[in-house]
């Protein structure tokens, strides 16, 4: 050690501690301020133990003084203070949950025409229904209700399956659906299969016109496919039986988009043909696991996604 | 006792560390065990039958709860987000439990029954094609590896040592009758371990009806998790009584 630094570390206090002759340890006090803040730290301690939960004695712990008052189906009750009756105080006194409550109050009480129509309903619905549609019904459709070709339809386009009104919507999404095709290897040799998917290809300009065409067309609008019951003799579709738009070049199962040459687009129609849709369209119930004004919310939400009607 | 003398002797001084260190955490969970009010008196919380629990290795195995934790906690935003928040109860079988406390994913504590088990096989093989921001690896190979289930029956008796109501006996097959019904009682005995796991897998849960996969396994854990309490049976205020 240099002379100048012991020189300069002599005045500060030793613990009075010696190591192997002469190695010492400086004691440097914690600054007084700081020393006192730590002291009421503890004490403040000691005052939480009385208003708050805190020590166990014998089979229960000391439950503190402080009370919080909660709701329980509109009632008012109150109880000692735990994280449990904070939650329900949270849930259904505070702030934010008095505002969330007045607005959904709004929106249970007017139809759709007043909703569409009040700016600061709209922008509610935007928020709150952005958060339902993140926990209920992004998984399938996608956070952007864009969906997933081959299993989840687009809410997003102006293409619907089961109509796009708002009452449409909220009636999908309360009760839920069931989408089928039957299947059509039973009924179509190859040869005729080859045809009727010409042909649905066609109605979307995907396939041009040919002699297979015209037979897959016969097919299509004729007893021997009869596709025209539910897809119409037009092939655009019919939403009460959730019958998909054919001529409109949206496609939710078959991936025609996804494949380049007309023999591929050809096989993944013809395997929908073949296979039909079962099992694999079904959408949730969500009556009971909503409410109704959730599932209005839900609703005026998907509409506004960007295809409504 | 000098301060010397402790600084000096380190066996000491470890012994001495450890008791202190230790007094917090003791405070804090050995009085966990003889509270009354611990476990919340709930009705419906069961055992996992055993495709349920060899789904449960499978999500220990996989190091799931690395990224899922398994307990909402009661705030607002968790309960808006999540539903009701979790309960003791609710985990008193599970060991080890599946808390965590860290969140990569969801939490996955309310999540039976909320998609559906096609929705679940998709996501697990390739979670992207659902959700197209997901950072989740892909698992296929629970979809191409059958269940391997030859130690069902010592995993459950392994269980019921540390207090699982698993039934060996017949007395303790009566109880289950009495507590979980027939049928539920017959799925966790321990006798009818395989035959059970069998008759749950008929429910075919991985969408391959001729085959028993690790999916089967997993998809059917993941379908039971936060769904044995009915909470519509309970008053809200019911709850806080035990906290």
Not at chain 1, 29 to 44: M, Q
Not at chain 2, 135 to 149: K, Q, S, V
């Amino acid at each position: 050690m240099s002379e100048s630094t012991t020189k300069q570390q002599a005045a500060v206090q030793t613990t009075g501690h010696a190591w192997d002759g002469d190695l010492q340890e400086f004691n440097n006090p914690l600054p007084r301020w700081w020393l006192w803040s730590f002291y009421v730290t503890a004490v403040i301690a000691v005052i939480y133990w009385f208003i708050y939960p805190s020590w166990p004695v014998g089979r229960g712990w000391l439950e503190g003084f402080a009370t919080i008052t909660y709701q329980v189906d509109g009632k008012a009750e109150e109880s000692r203070w735990n994280t449990r009756a904070k939650l329900l105080h949270d849930l259904t006194e505070s702030h934010a949950a008095q505002r969330q409550r007045e607005f959904m109050g709004k929106v249970a009480e007017a139809d759709f025409s007043t909703i569409s129509n009040d700016p600061d309903m709209l922008a509610f619905i935007r928020s709150v229904g952005k958060g339902l549609f993140g926990d209920n019904c992004a998984a399938c459709h996608g956070r952007g209700g864009q969906g997933v070709v081959g299993l989840y339809p687009n809410l997003a386009d102006d293409d619907w399956l089961w109509g796009g009104s708002l009452e449409n919507i909220q009636n999908v999404i309360t009760n839920g659906r069931q989408g089928f095709m039957p299947a059509f290897k039973e009924t179509f040799d190859p040869q005729q299969l080859d045809d009727v998917a010409e042909y649905v290809l066609s109605l979307s300009g995907e396939a041009p016109d040919s002699i297979a065409v015209e037979r897959g067309k016969a097919l299509f609008q004729g007893f021997g496919g009869g596709c025209y019951y539910c897809h119409g003799m037009d092939g655009k579709g019919l939403p009460s039986q959730g019958a998909a738009n054919l001529t409109d070049k949206i496609w939710t199962i078959a991936d025609v988009d996804g494949q380049k040459t007309l023999e591929e687009k050809k096989a993944v129609v013809k395997k929908l043909i073949f296979n039909g849709v079962q099992n694999m369209r079904k959408m949730p119930t969500w009556k009971g696991r909503l409410s109704p004004t959730e599932i209005k919310v839900l609703a005026v939400y998907v509409h506004q996604l960007g295809g409504g009607q | 006792m000098r301060h010397e003398n402790i600084e000096v002797n380190s066996g000491l001084m470890i012994l001495l560390i450890l008791t202190v260190i230790s007094i917090g955490g003791l405070v804090e969970v050995v009085p966990l065990f003889y509270l009354n009010d611990t476990i919340e008196k709930v009705d419906g919380v069961r055992p996992y039958t055993p495709l349920e629990l060899r789904g449960r290795d499978i999500y220990v195995r996989e190091g799931c709860y690395l990224c899922h934790s398994q307990q909402i906690r009661p705030f607002r935003d968790e309960w808006l987000r999540y539903g009701h928040y979790s309960l003791a109860a609710e985990s008193q079988y599970d060991h080890p439990f599946q808390w965590g406390s860290k969140r990569t994913g969801p939490d996955l504590a309310r999540v039976g029954k909320k998609y559906s088990n096609e929705w679940h096989v998709q996501h697990l093989v390739a979670p992207r094609s659902v959700v197209p921001q997901s950072i989740m690896p892909n698992y296929p190979w629970l979809l191409e590896r059958d269940l391997d289930f030859s130690d069902i029956t010592e995993r459950l008796k392994a269980l019921r040592k540390t207090g699982v109501p698993y039934s060996l006996t017949e007395e303790e097959y009566k109880a289950n009758v009495a507590a979980y019904g027939k049928e539920m009682a017959d799925w966790l005995d321990i006798n009818q371990a395989q035959d059970s796991l069998f008759a749950q897998a008929r429910n075919d849960y991985d969408g391959l009806p001729n085959r028993i996969t690790e999916m089967e396994a997993l998809v059917a854990y993941l379908q039971v998790l936060g769904t044995m309490v009915d909470f519509s049976q309970y008053d809200e205020g019911y709850f806080v009584e035990f906290r």
